[in-house]
């Protein structure tokens, strides 16, 4: 077994494919593939599942590149604290569901990265896809809320991927509405109140179901709904058709503007927003330094929430 070897794995995962990861290597595919069958016989596990649809990681897969990663790291940082040669790319990923406050932690975490060379990626998608990210190591971090309706689902589907929920914090539902609607003055505002505007949720493709809904209350029927697929266009019907949107309360003025309102729901469901990552898996410092970030930017914005509250 070789370093080299190693960093194979570790971008074959990144990467997602073997071929998409032949071409970052500079390798032609079967000559990578022949590598990583050399490697599986040595070691007498399989790394790879292979099927028609792609590759994904074993149960053997997934513990080797726990220890891989733990290896390739800290040869990179004997080789930059001890050499002249400079540090290798660093690679992170995160996903998570539409939040202004992922992309905050993200903005700030990039800023605060002083190397000349890195690939970052992150990933506002669909609930299931967060899973499906962080449980193939396409994400070492996911983002999504738990409440009492979606928790059974949500956590079974954890356990599943071996995978563990982490809270940042929990928060009373809220929507978000454009500052010109007649609602925006209201302390709070009721379901009721809410009947005549359109109710905006982010569609979630095959798994559209209640239980992967990215908004809290999702098993109520509201009478009038819109789908969208990205954060943006949402921001944009809040505004030209007056509609609202189930969230956190959590608004950043720096991404978003101040064209949008956050006004308390009156109702007892709750939303416990954290982070998911594999179990029993530690994460790089990286990762570790965008999950501080993240709480440093919520922790702020709830203090500005009650600064305003009082």
């Keep these: 077994m070789t370093l080299q070897q190693l960093r194979y794995i570790i971008e074959i995962v990144n990467s997602g494919s073997m071929s998409a990861a032949s071409e970052k290597l500079f390798l032609t595919q079967p000559s990578l593939s022949m590598t990583v069958k050399e490697l599986e016989q040595e070691l007498g596990i399989e790394i790879f599942l292979r099927t028609n649809r792609g590759i994904s990681l074993t149960n053997d897969g997934v513990e080797f590149l726990a220890y891989a990663r733990q290896v390739v790291e800290q040869v990179d940082l004997l080789e930059s604290r001890y050499h002249t040669k400079k540090p290798s790319r660093r690679i992170f990923s995160v996903s998570t569901q539409h939040y202004a406050f992922s992309v905050n932690a993200f903005v700030n975490l990039v800023k605060e990265y002083n190397h000349n060379e890195y690939e970052f990626t992150l990933r506002e998608t ?180 009650m600064k305003k509250l009082w």
């Design 126 to 305: 669909k609930t299931h896809e967060i899973i499906e990210d962080v449980k193939e190591f396409r994400s070492e971090i996911g983002v999504l809320f738990l409440s009492s309706f979606n928790q059974k689902v949500i956590k079974k589907n954890l356990r599943e991927s071996g995978l563990v929920f982490h809270p940042l914090f929990e928060a009373k539902a809220h929507v978000f509405i454009s500052k010109n609607n007649p609602l925006a003055q209201n302390r709070q505002v009721t379901l009721k109140d809410l009947q005549e505007y359109p109710c905006l949720s982010f569609e979630q493709g095959q798994y559209n179901s209640a239980y992967y809904s990215e908004e809290l209350l999702s098993n109520v029927c509201h009478p009038k709904n819109i789908m969208v697929s990205d954060r943006a266009t949402l921001f944009n019907l809040l505004i030209g058709l007056n509609g609202y949107t189930i969230s956190t309360g959590i608004l950043s003025e720096d991404l978003n503007g101040k064209d949008i309102v956050s006004v308390p729901l009156n109702v007892e469901e709750r939303m416990t927003v954290g982070y998911i990552v594999h179990k029993n898996i530690g994460l790089s410092k990286i990762a570790l330094s965008y999950i501080e970030k993240l709480q440093h930017y919520i922790f702020q914005q709830l203090n500005e929430k």
